[in-house]
């Protein structure tokens, strides 16, 4: 297949249906979980797959686009994450600034840095292996065969959460991580470069069968970008699952406690508007990890190989971009009144409502459709033997739990005000690439479904927001 055929939504099913049995097939198509529609959740966690897919998705050309994209990607997202830094960190925190903000050298690097990250890595690597939580198994396969993963990342979190407040009772600076920022920017990113480096060579002794199809094209910057090794793995240790959710996403949480502590040191109390956005996203990292079983259904999981991709966007991304709201305040404060953070945090809770009932009701629809409660929904047959959900929060919109991170996303940028860009950087481009990703599907389903598809958008006019879009 093509570059773009390894890209689209319908790969993981082409690709394991050409690779493996017939009933390997079957069990796969049985166990395939809710791979269309759950693992959106990941797009929080992995912007790249998405401006990857929109860089290399050129109308003309494809194999150039992909190796283009391949060779740019690698250098353009780590500069915006310190680019987005040193703007937060300016007085003016004006994104459209030129020439941009650029700091000395010596604010790139610092000694602890590199010591806490893996301090950091290894303690998380010390709870995965904990004897904690349910075993699970993954999916089916291309041998037939079955992974088994460690359920214990909620508990992780707890664990955690219990050591960084025992440190702070004993007087740890942890607002001094505002200072560190940046050198440790750089040494999540030098060492998700590393990574990529080390998966990419040992994939070479992989059986073929423990080979991404998406990144195993023989183009070496592509498949270093894509990861040519599927579920790459030191004994039981799963480093691709082991990245997924924990050193950067319980990072980010950990780093927006050090921003709120700093604020404390400059101001003697945290703000309004600093504790409502560590608390939302708190929300947000915690329910990830509750509903961590989900994640083995997910494309991230399933189909894509464990390269620069997923390494940068797990250590570097996720944990510096998404705590940009938390240091943005810590040099910006920002007043908020109670009836303005009321409703924020409406709009937080209504979004996280609107996000967690509709995924959950499509995952009961999918496991077993004669619950009761899914029993009554109104729905669609299709030629495919599957049926299309016409009523209940699929019958408000046919993305309602793009809907729902939509409004997280506003709630937790709002409590920024309104007079700089920087803390809408988040929402913008999340906005951009939903709408994207949006088409995309629309695209896929209407060559899966035809005819229903169409009946299916006439009962269901609007993609992602009610009577507007």
Not at 13 to 22: E, I, L, Q, S, V
Request: charged share 15%.
């Amino acid at each position: 297949s093509t570059h773009a055929d390894t890209l689209s939504h319908r790969t993981w099913k082409n690709a394991y249906m050409r690779n493996t049995g017939d009933s390997t097939n079957k069990n796969l198509q049985k166990q395939k979980g809710n791979l269309e529609g759950l693992w959106v959740s990941k797009t929080h966690y992995f912007p790249c797959y998405f401006l990857f897919a929109i860089l290399t998705h050129p109308p003309t050309n494809k194999s150039l686009g992909h190796h283009s994209g391949a060779t740019c990607i690698p250098v353009f997202l780590p500069l915006t994450v310190l680019y987005l830094l040193c703007v937060c960190r300016s007085p003016a925190a004006s994104v459209l600034q030129w020439p941009p903000v650029l700091p000395p050298t010596a604010q790139l690097w610092d000694p602890l840095a590199p010591i806490l990250l893996l301090a950091w890595i290894a303690f998380q690597s010390f709870l995965y292996l904990l004897p904690l939580g349910k075993v699970s198994d993954g999916m089916v396969l291309k041998n037939g065969s079955r992974l088994k993963y460690r359920i214990n990342g909620f508990q992780a979190l707890c664990i955690s959460g219990v050591l960084v407040t025992l440190s702070l009772w004993l007087g740890m600076p942890l607002g001094y991580l505002f200072e560190l920022l940046l050198p440790m920017a750089v040494c999540a990113i030098g060492g998700s470069f590393l990574l990529s480096l080390y998966l990419y060579i040992r994939s070479f002794w992989a059986p073929h069968h423990a080979l991404a199809q998406g990144g195993n094209t023989g183009n070496p910057l592509y498949d270093f970008f894509m990861g040519r090794e599927l579920n790459p793995r030191i004994g039981s240790f799963d480093l691709k699952y082991f990245c997924e959710l924990r050193p950067g996403l319980i990072g980010w949480v950990v780093i927006n406690l050090g921003m709120l502590m700093k604020e404390v040191e400059l101001r003697d109390s945290a703000s309004l508007a600093m504790i409502l956005v560590n608390s939302f996203q708190l929300l947000y990292v915690a329910d990830a990890l509750w509903n961590e079983e989900a994640v083995l259904t997910t494309m991230d999981i399933v189909h894509d190989g464990f390269g620069f991709m997923l390494a940068f966007g797990d250590l570097a991304w996720v944990p510096f971009t998404y705590s940009l709201q938390a240091a943005f305040l810590v040099v910006h404060p920002q007043s908020l009144g109670p009836v303005g953070a009321t409703a924020i945090v409406m709009l937080n809770s209504a979004g996280y409502y609107v996000f967690r009932k509709s995924n959950s009701q499509k995952n009961q629809f999918r496991r077993d459709p004669t619950h009761p409660s899914v029993a009554n929904l109104e729905t669609i047959a299709t030629a495919t033997g599957k049926r299309l959900l016409v009523s209940g929060w699929w019958g408000l919109v046919r993305h309602p739990n793009y809907l729902g991170d939509l409004l997280m996303a506003l709630a937790w940028s709002l409590p920024c005000g309104f007079h700089h860009l920087l803390p809408y950087f988040y929402v913008v481009y999340f906005t951009v690439l939903l709408i994207h990703r949006e088409a995309r599907d629309e695209r896929h389903c209407r060559a899966k479904y035809g005819v229903a598809w169409d009946t299916y958008c006439r009962h269901v006019p609007y993609r992602i927001l009610p009577y507007i879009y």
